[in-house]
């Protein structure tokens, strides 16, 4: 047993048993087809190995198409360039931005508008970079400077990167947005705030800098409408993340001074402890608000701490209602249950009262193929719904038994076939100690080639997915490019 993220992989057979042909196969399939549910929407992602010079990236089939796909994928291409821009100075003069044409630190990130084709690099020190991409595909490009930092993110619209691409990139100094952030009585905020530049539109933000300790700040925005961002500065104090939307005008610096409400400052502390009652280290614990005492803004935002040693924490909260998640360290053989509760935070010194964490479940079951008889190598994940989403693997043996320990809880089952004789098949179920029966589905055939050129694209991870993005089905190529596998929509 492992520990794995919720993402499913399937290294499966080509050919299931029984199916000498392809021809056979399809038959096969065919007679099984009105009991199967049908796909609609298939979307196909190729991650070709490392040799390949290829990227990952996505190909859609036309509404219906499942047979004999030809996936093409697209060559890589390196854009490359440097980013320039202007050396702010943020307080001297709000009229003089400072020094030109200096070379700019900056993340660039370049997502395609549709699949997962995509790339993140930092530039080197003298602001070059190269960005590897596959070609002829829309992407949204953001150059986020970290330094100088106070410079506005550059967002480049979604576009074919070949007709559009500029290898000189200069980030425009931008409009002054200045002013001070200050309780509700003129007072600072306790503790440090930080302030970032949130493009509405795509949900790009800048880099955060520090707001001064008095509450005065200021960054700089191209003009339009943004959102300010003010959250506490290193996440370990009481201030709430805050959004504030301005607008910003062509060469007008703006003002805007902000009352972020009356924050009362809580130590909240306390202590975990096992399913063996034995004091819990390293257990997570994170603090989501569902109201705050005197903060007029929405609140949606979490902070987290971890236990010591001994199994005690200590965080500062504001004074609010809180939801508490406790997330017990990963144990590959099960670790105990997490757990969830609300807490009301109305005095300077808090007391949790002793957190008593669950055992986890035993797993004893049978896992049946499609056809009602119990079936070895099918590959079984439990992931938990919600917390960390945490999944614990197994797999049948010889009888189609399963034996595992999981945290009791909501969980999502999935079970891989170890062939093409069925489909990824899941359950939603709220405790694994009522299982349903673990029975393997049939789905649609899916089958084809990934082309590169022309050419085959060999031993290359290939995960169908439907509009959702959820999992139907994954393989690998075989030594030709081709694939074949059965899916069936997620419920």
């Given at each position: 047993?492992?520990?794995?993220?919720?993402?499913?992989?399937?290294l499966a057979?080509?050919?299931g048993?029984?199916?000498?042909?392809?021809?056979?196969?399809?038959?096969?399939f065919d007679s099984?087809?009105?009991?199967?549910?049908?796909?609609r929407a298939?979307r196909v992602?190729?991650?070709?190995?490392?040799?390949?010079?290829?990227e990952?990236?996505?190909?859609q089939?036309?509404?219906?198409?499942?047979?004999?796909?030809?996936v093409?994928?697209?060559?890589?291409?390196?854009y490359?360039?440097r980013v320039t821009g202007f050396?702010?100075?943020p307080?001297?003069?709000?009229?003089?931005?400072?020094?030109a044409?200096v070379?700019?630190v900056?993340r660039i990130e370049?997502?395609a508008?549709?699949?997962?084709?995509?790339?993140r690099?930092l530039t080197?020190?003298?602001?070059?970079?190269?960005?590897?991409?596959p070609?002829?595909?829309?992407?949204?490009?953001?150059v986020?400077p970290?330094?100088?930092?106070?410079?506005?993110?550059?967002?480049?619209?979604a576009?074919?990167?070949?007709?559009?691409w500029?290898?000189?990139?200069?980030?425009?100094?931008?409009?002054p947005v200045y002013g001070?952030i200050?309780?509700?009585d003129?007072?600072?905020?306790p503790?440090?705030?930080?302030v970032a530049?949130?493009?509405?539109?795509t949900?790009?933000?800048?880099?955060?800098?520090a707001?001064?300790?008095?509450g005065?700040?200021?960054?700089?925005?191209?003009p339009?409408?943004i959102?300010?961002?003010?959250?506490?500065?290193?996440?370990t104090?009481p201030?709430?993340?805050?959004?504030?939307e301005?607008?910003?005008?062509?060469?007008?610096?703006?003002?805007?001074?902000?009352?972020?409400g009356?924050i009362?400052?809580a130590?909240?502390h306390g202590?975990?402890?096992?399913?063996a009652?034995?004091?819990l280290?390293?257990?997570?614990?994170?603090?989501r608000?569902?109201?705050?005492d005197g903060?007029?803004y929405?609140?949606?935002?979490?902070?987290s701490?971890?236990?010591?040693?001994s199994?005690?924490?200590?965080?500062?909260l504001?004074?609010?209602?809180w939801e508490v998640?406790?997330?017990p360290?990963?144990?590959?053989?099960?670790?105990?249950?997490?757990s969830?509760?609300?807490?009301?935070?109305?005095?300077?010194d808090?007391?949790?009262?002793d957190?008593n964490?669950?055992?986890p479940?035993?797993?004893?079951?049978?896992?049946?193929?499609?056809?009602?008889?119990?079936?070895?190598?099918?590959?079984?994940?439990f992931t938990e719904?919600?917390?960390?989403?945490?999944?614990?693997t197994?797999?049948?043996?010889s009888a189609?038994r399963?034996?595992l320990?999981?945290p009791?809880?909501?969980?999502?089952?999935?079970?891989?076939?170890p062939?093409t004789?069925?489909?990824?098949?899941?359950?939603?179920?709220?405790s694994p100690s009522?299982l349903?029966?673990?029975?393997?589905?049939?789905g649609?055939?899916v089958?084809?080639?990934?082309?590169?050129?022309?050419?085959?694209?060999p031993?290359?991870?290939?995960?169908?997915?439907d509009?959702?993005?959820?999992?139907?089905?994954?393989t690998?190529t075989?030594?030709?490019?081709?694939f074949?596998?059965?899916?069936?929509?997620a419920?």
């Amino acid at each position: 047993m492992s520990r794995a993220r919720p993402r499913s992989l399937l290294l499966a057979a080509l050919w299931g048993a029984g199916c000498s042909s392809a021809g056979d196969m399809a038959k096969a399939f065919d007679s099984a087809g009105d009991s199967a549910a049908r796909v609609r929407a298939l979307r196909v992602d190729v991650h070709p190995g490392g040799s390949s010079g290829l990227e990952a990236q996505s190909w859609q089939a036309e509404p219906g198409q499942t047979r004999d796909l030809e996936v093409e994928l697209s060559s890589t291409v390196v854009y490359g360039g440097r980013v320039t821009g202007f050396r702010v100075n943020p307080y001297a003069d709000i009229g003089v931005p400072g020094e030109a044409d200096v070379p700019v630190v900056a993340r660039i990130e370049a997502a395609a508008t549709q699949g997962i084709s995509g790339a993140r690099v930092l530039t080197a020190e003298d602001g070059t970079f190269s960005l590897p991409l596959p070609a002829d595909l829309e992407y949204l490009v953001a150059v986020i400077p970290e330094d100088p930092a106070r410079l506005p993110p550059l967002i480049l619209a979604a576009a074919d990167l070949a007709e559009t691409w500029t290898a000189e990139l200069q980030l425009d100094f931008g409009v002054p947005v200045y002013g001070r952030i200050l309780q509700a009585d003129d007072s600072p905020a306790p503790g440090s705030l930080s302030v970032a530049v949130l493009d509405p539109g795509t949900g790009i933000a800048g880099t955060p800098v520090a707001v001064d300790p008095d509450g005065y700040y200021q960054v700089r925005a191209t003009p339009g409408e943004i959102v300010l961002v003010f959250d506490d500065e290193d996440g370990t104090g009481p201030n709430p993340r805050v959004e504030v939307e301005v607008t910003v005008e062509e060469d007008t610096p703006l003002r805007r001074d902000v009352t972020i409400g009356s924050i009362s400052s809580a130590r909240v502390h306390g202590q975990v402890y096992d399913e063996a009652g034995r004091t819990l280290a390293d257990a997570e614990l994170r603090f989501r608000p569902v109201a705050l005492d005197g903060v007029p803004y929405p609140v949606d935002f979490s902070r987290s701490t971890e236990t010591d040693g001994s199994g005690v924490f200590n965080r500062d909260l504001a004074y609010g209602t809180w939801e508490v998640e406790v997330i017990p360290p990963f144990e590959a053989d099960g670790n105990a249950s997490p757990s969830r509760f609300t807490l009301e935070v109305s005095s300077s010194d808090v007391t949790v009262e002793d957190i008593n964490l669950t055992a986890p479940v035993s797993v004893d079951a049978t896992v049946y193929g499609a056809g009602g008889a119990p079936l070895s190598g099918v590959l079984v994940t439990f992931t938990e719904q919600g917390y960390s989403g945490w999944s614990w693997t197994t797999t049948s043996d010889s009888a189609g038994r399963i034996n595992l320990m999981v945290p009791n809880g909501p969980m999502t089952i999935t079970l891989t076939p170890p062939d093409t004789g069925a489909a990824i098949t899941r359950y939603s179920i709220e405790s694994p100690s009522a299982l349903p029966r673990l029975e393997l589905k049939r789905g649609q055939l899916v089958d084809g080639a990934v082309l590169s050129g022309g050419e085959p694209v060999p031993y290359a991870l290939v995960e169908l997915r439907d509009s959702q993005g959820a999992l139907l089905g994954a393989t690998l190529t075989d030594g030709g490019g081709g694939f074949s596998v059965q899916v069936r929509p997620a419920d």
